[in-house]
């Protein structure tokens, strides 16, 4: 093995760097100025009117709703509060009361927790399948691309009820399984049930991250290659050193996009709430929301929630796309 | 993902939210009911939501009935997304006309107005019809919400053969009742219980300490008082959870496959149930067809009848319906009509709501499941002895969530059921409260 190529740092493309780097003078020449006009012209607005009418209507009416919803609150009268009820300003209420909720609040740390845990896991399995697909010949990788690719075409609430079935005791193969050996897994206890949950997300959603991470691998152009492998590159050298830095893109999108799946975990409780009495009605934010909204019928509670777990996860997603630009920039 | 034009957006609307916030906005259901008007021969047609199998009797009176069709729409089961979905249908002004709704659940849909105020519509002449206390379960400040079904009072069902071949006497107390879990440990070489200890199921734990006398709930004028740890509940708890500590019961969630399964084969050798689990245990357990047979509650005083009450519930005719009058009259023919209280209980809907001499009813059966006892005997004694002063507060549905998680937490180690309750009481006065009620603790 040589190593000219490797202790100089990894070898860089000498064309631009594969994502949106800043232009390289200030200033720039008169015409491109002009081209980069900051007010988008009439024609813009035609192409851009049906994807606003949509996001207006799909996602700016509902969240203004939901935190109209979250304002307000019921006002009781009558005997035992049981007359005409009326609906009232309620200003900060609803968000006072939930943040009082320990259990509300204990669901938070419980998603971090998942997601510190989940993430990482899901996320290196689904590099580790890209990567060795990338190296597969093309004939078995479509055939085991859509393989991986395949739990995610199962609806989360039957996945769960899919893995329920694996952990019941008594029904499930697994258990009878580990109980002739002497283990007694108790996936549906206490302790176990958030790692039970975690796997069954892992399950479902490692293939599509792994197709992301495939599409960025496939946009990596040959020539890099033929050239690490003139610098002597081998496979692994390859791999940690040129796709590696490359799909970080992929990366930091399924990265926020499983931050944000992880906030926003319902179906999977929900599902085995019926299974295991350790999933409680506060498991998670979402199912909170959810009880308070439906089963509880107090749905302006239910919005400060949601608002809340909106705001977390944005918070959450936006720290953590500052904190990977902060670090590419530095690392510059 | 939120952009900061969704910020823009939502912090525009909530500065615009208190301008808003009078207009347009109602408390709970979104259209009232109001009858409407039927030219003669009009065909009235009633949506029916409820998880309850009740199928054939509907049929029936589709049959009689040819001018006022019911269509049943089978929804999950109260709080496992029927009632989610009823109180949804209610916000969106969407309802069925009619619905399955227990009696704990009643004063949560009065809460939002979700039910049609049925003395309006002359309710009222057929209480005469209906046991009082189960009536009564529909009636807030003096006038009817929803028309009794069917209740269901508590027994002891047990396995004769396994009783005969351990040598055991069927227990009369809770004492004796230890006692025989004990033995029935020891002498089926720990493969069977007594009964199951269901984790998570409030209404059923519930049902032991309204049989010892404790009430959880009442009011003080105006105020919502919960009381999870007065000395009889706190009795009930320590009993229990001295069965669970000594592993005398078996902790599986009734009415989950693991259930049915110890229920076929003998690992549970009794059941603490309502009478309307009949069914389920004929349903799901065939093969221990003439071994069951069914005794009142273990008491706390030798000789005593005292009793309780788990599950039960009303037919609600929903806010919104336009045809209050036709639904009236089906939810009276339901569940008064002889024939189709036969249908019913053939389904296993509960004790009959109906004022019924339980002699030539359709309840007065010896049962060849039940090795030819005539069981539901049992079951009258029961239900003339259930306290009929428990109150549910309209906050239940999400209370008994807590009390069932903090119990399911203790039984699987963490704590104990006193102590489990005891963190529920408080966690059941917030929930009154964020409904903008009056409540506190009893202590």
Known sequence: ?332 | MPTRRTLLAATTAAAASPALAACGEQAGAARMTRQAHRAPGERVNLVFWTWVPLQKAVALWNKLHPDIHVTVQTVPANTSGGYQKMHASLKAGDPPDLAQVEYYALPEFMLVRGLTDLTAYGADRLKKHYVDWQWQQGVFAGRTYAIPQGSGPMGFFYRADLYDNWDLEVPRTWDEFRQAARKIKKRSGGESFVTAFPPVNAQWFASFPWQRGAHWVRTEGDTWIVDLTDEKTRQVADFWDGMVRDKLVAPLQDSQSSFFKGLQTGQLAGWLGAQWQDALLRGNAPGTKGRWRVAELPQWERGEHASANWGGSATAILQGTRHPAQALKFAHWLNTDLRSIELLVAAGYGWPSAELELAGSPLDKPDPFFGGQVYNEVFRTSDRNVDTSWRFAPTTTQSYAHIQDNIGRAVAGHGTLQQALADAQGMFVDDLQAKGLDARSAR
Not at chain 1, 97 to 110: I, K, N, V
Not at chain 1, 138 to 164: E, K, N, Q
Not at chain 1, 284 to 291: D, E, G, I, V
Request: aromatic share 10%; hydrophobic share 50%.
């Open chain 1, 1 to 332: 093995m040589t190593t000219s190529g490797t202790d100089t740092g990894p070898p860089r493309p000498t064309g631009t760097p594969p994502t949106g780097a800043p232009p390289a003078g200030r200033g720039g020449a008169g015409p491109a100025r002009r081209r980069r006009s900051a007010r988008p012209d009439r024609k813009a607005w035609t192409f851009l009117a049906p994807f606003l009418a949509v996001y207006l209507f799909a996602m700016i009416l509902p969240i203004g709703y939901a935190v109209h919803q979250s304002l307000l609150k019921v006002e009781r009268s009558g005997p035992l509060g049981l007359g005409e009820p009326s609906v009232a300003f309620a200003g900060l209420d609803n968000y006072a009361l939930a943040l009082e909720q320990t259990a509300f609040l204990e669901s938070f740390g419980r998603v971090l927790l998942f997601g510190a845990v989940q993430v990482p896991v899901m996320l290196l399995l689904a590099l580790v399948l890209a990567l060795l697909l990338d190296q597969v010949k093309d004939r078995w990788a479509g055939l085991l691309r859509a393989t991986y690719f395949l739990p995610y075409g199962v609806p989360g609430v039957i996945a769960t009820l899919l893995w329920g079935f694996l952990y019941v005791p008594g029904i499930s193969p697994v258990t009878d399984l580990l109980g002739k050996l002497d283990v007694q897994p108790d996936f549906l206890g206490y302790d176990n049930v958030l790692w039970s949950i975690a796997n069954i997300v892992v399950w479902e959603f490692t293939g599509y991250n792994m197709l992301v991470i495939v599409a960025q691998l496939k946009s990596i152009p040959e020539e890099l290659y033929e050239a690490a492998r003139i610098d002597g590159a081998g496979p692994w050298e390859t791999a940690l050193r040129i796709k590696l830095p490359l799909v970080r893109p992929a990366l930091v999108l399924t990265c926020v996009f499983s931050i944000i799946g992880t906030m926003q975990l319902f179906a999977e409780p929900l599902v085995l709430k019926r299974l295991a009495p350790a999933v409680t009605s506060d498991y998670t934010p979402n199912l909170s929301a959810y009880f308070d909204a439906f089963g509880n019928a107090n749905v302006h509670l239910a919005a400060a929630k949601s608002v809340l777990l909106a705001a977390v996860a944005m918070v959450l997603s936006f720290t953590f796309l500052s904190l990977v630009n902060r670090k590419r920039r530095d690392g510059r």
